[in-house]
């Protein structure tokens, strides 16, 4: 009776809801409706920073911590794109995230005829070593991680980024970098692509491969549900895709001989932020545990930190409005 006395007619009562995923929604909870399922502390939830990792995967979460803060960045030419990065450093950003124009990420020349009017658009335009240079002189690679959000051509740009830093003085085994390198996520959702399936995954597998025995602070691919929702899959269904994704690149590596627990502890995830708060809460906490367990039930894994779900995660462009594009 006290809800009726706030709706004033009985056709604006709201009678079900549903969340994006298709997951309806009671009006409230209670001790019963997880006794109905089976709950089970320990398997289920457990403690933070301990498996599987619903709750967080550090006892204190950011209190002990705070995350990288790196803004997506990439100016048309490498000089511009330099001055740029210096300024947001120097504004106290602890990472770098450099955006590429098209051409780049597809591989071609800027002065190649078919992509004229696109070269330095979207980001920053890269031809050869000495723009690599150009981009990162006197940013402190031993300090400052980069995410290279490219996909078609990322072991060609992780290996720019390594010649760049070792000519500056900078070791291999120093270096942190994520080149985004999903290249099944363009194939899904996006579009950048160049090779066909096998040869493609072939050359993530590569990346991976290579920066296990070379490139220990390296994490050599992301993979992206975060475009795959872009593209209009749900938030169960964004974890799904990404989640299938992972172990294609799992299986490519692992038939090269490696054991997952080599490996997986380098994945790293780029994931959607927007829409309904509760619903992105339950997203993120049950992504947590499912990548956990999967990496322990399904493929072995016995190393802690190698179950955590890292990765970098921001909001979605589909959530923003004409009047405030950004």
């Not at 995967?57 to 209190?63: A, M, N, S």
């Not at 590569?206 to 872009?230: F, K, Q, W």
């Not at 367990?293 to 016995?302: D, I, S």
Request: with cysteine.
């Amino acid at each position: 009776m006290g809800v009726a006395r706030y709706i004033k007619d009985e056709k604006d009562a709201i009678r079900d809801v549903v969340y994006q995923s298709g997951i309806r929604v009671k009006p409230s909870y209670s001790p019963r409706d997880l006794e109905e399922v089976g709950f089970d502390y320990a398997k289920d939830l457990g403690d933070p920073g301990e498996y599987p990792f619903t709750r967080s995967l550090h006892p204190l979460g950011y209190r002990s911590r705070a995350w990288t803060t790196r803004q997506y960045t990439g100016f048309g030419t490498p000089a511009e794109t330099n001055r740029r990065f210096k300024l947001m450093i120097s504004h106290g950003q602890t990472g770098l995230n450099v955006a590429f124009d098209l051409p780049t990420q597809m591989g071609y020349d800027s002065d190649d005829p078919r992509v004229v009017g696109e070269v330095g658009r979207v980001g920053m335009a890269v031809d050869s070593l000495r723009d690599f240079e150009t981009a990162f002189k006197d940013i402190p690679l031993d300090r400052i991680g980069s995410g290279l959000t490219i996909n078609a051509v990322a072991c060609i740009m992780l290996a720019m980024y390594q010649a760049v830093a070792e000519k500056s003085g900078y070791p291999a085994e120093a270096i942190s970098a994520t080149p985004q390198n999903d290249i099944l996520k363009e194939m899904v959702g996006r579009g950048a692509w160049i090779f066909p399936v096998d040869p493609a995954v072939r050359l993530v597998g590569d990346a991976i491969e290579y920066a296990v025995r070379a490139l220990p602070r390296c994490n050599p691919v992301s993979i992206c549900g975060y475009h795959i929702r872009e593209s209009g899959a749900t938030p169960a269904q964004e974890i799904a895709y990404a989640f299938e994704i992972a172990k294609t690149y799992i299986a490519e590596v692992q038939g090269r001989g490696l054991q997952v627990d080599e490996f997986v502890g380098s994945f790293s995830f780029n994931l959607n932020v927007y829409g309904n708060l509760w619903e992105q809460i339950a997203k993120f906490r049950a992504a947590r545990k499912l990548w956990a367990r999967m990496l322990q039930e399904e493929f072995g894994v016995t190393q802690k930190k190698n179950l955590f779900l890292r990765g970098l995660f921001g909001g979605g462009g589909s959530g923003l409005t004409k009047a405030q594009p950004e």
